[in-house]
């Protein structure tokens, strides 16, 4: 809400990355209701701000390294200068990121595979059955070939999409498919670790389990995977009707 000089904001937010160790956060909050998500403006909060706390501590299923908690506002008095951006234009600077933030999370993604991957191959060589190694059965072989095939290409997605941001070029669809490749191949990486490593691979000796808790996330932060496919069909749409009207739009961007 504008109060004069300044805003008042109110509310809560869920889900924050680093929510308790943070010292500078950046808000966005509703300022035209009635323009629904084209409503949002972003504001600069600190930590100490009267009216603003942390919340409860989320208890998540992996990644429990990275602290995850609520931040609550109550009639928090930011002045004008504190505002991010033009008003109600939040949600669309927000998207500008996400190219970049999906691209993030597909470079993790192919790190936590690489790593049950590798874990995967150093138990499948040492794990003797029937008198040899485990990695000498067709069955194991094939899960090794497929871990490896699928995230060299998830690896390959996100340096074009990496390298396309490099060079200040359009990457909305190029960051969403990186995104879904590769979190889509390391759970499956993750999941065949595991399926490896056996009995063992279902308990805290071994870290592949921690693997794919860790990795689920990649099917969620930053757009879900169905998420992930309305835009990359958006995108492949929007492309095709541009060439059919005769309109080639560049892939750069200012």
Known sequence: MRTGDGWALSGSKTFITQGSVGEIYVILASTAPELKQKGLTAFIVERGTPGFRTGRKIEKMGLHASDTTELVLEDVRVPDEQRLGEINQGFFDTLKILDKGRIGIGAWAVGIGRAAFEAALKYSKERVQFGKPIAEFQAIAHMLADMATELD????????GAWMQ???MRTTRESSVAKYY??????RACNSAIQIHGGY??????DVERYLRDAKLAEIGEGTNEVQKMVIARELLKDWSERVGGAEVPRTSA
Request: proline residues 0%; glycine residues 4%.
């Open 153 to 160: 290409a998830a690896r390959l997605l996100v340096w074009r």
């Open 166 to 168: 490099d060079q200040k």
């Open 182 to 187: 590769a979190a889509r191949a390391t759970m």
């Open 201 to 206: 691979g279902y308990t805290r000796e071994f």
